[in-house]
Nanobody
Framework: QVQLVESGGGLVQPGGSLRLSCAAS????????MGWYRQAPGKERELVAG???????TYPDSMKGRFTISRDNAKNTVFLQMNSLKPEDTGVYLC?????????WGKGTLVTVSS
């Protein structure tokens, strides 16, 4: 059974940074795609950043320049570096992974951006 465990969330002031981690229970090379999504209060879940085994990354235009997704293959972990955080970045950040037609989600980690 594939498990994804997120960590690294917390309370941060506007303009601050956080680094989130998503640890997988299997080799991340198994996945066709891994991504970070954000679930903000009252809003639909949205893609924040994605990465594929070849290393290509994707970001929505609103996230480009502030968020960076990366991975450590040896640790089966994907990271999300978030800089210049804004109050509107507040939400639960969830890790998603797909293997062919199967999709797996972590339980998420809460990020609160507030002064």
């Amino acid at each position: 059974q594939v498990q994804l465990v997120e960590s690294g969330g917390g309370l941060v002031q506007p303009g601050g940074s956080l680094r989130l981690s998503c640890a997988a229970s299997v080799s991340i090379f198994s996945f066709n795609f891994m991504g970070w999504y954000r679930q903000a209060p009252g809003k639909e879940r949205e893609l924040v950043a994605g990465i594929i085994p070849g290393g290509s990354t994707t970001y929505p235009d609103s996230m480009k320049g502030r968020f960076t997704i990366s991975r450590d293959n040896a640790k089966n972990t994907v990271f999300l570096q978030m800089n210049s955080l804004k109050p509107e970045d507040t939400g639960v950040y969830l890790c998603k992974a797909t293997i062919r037609t199967m999709t797996y989600w972590g339980k998420g980690t809460l990020v609160t951006v507030s002064s």
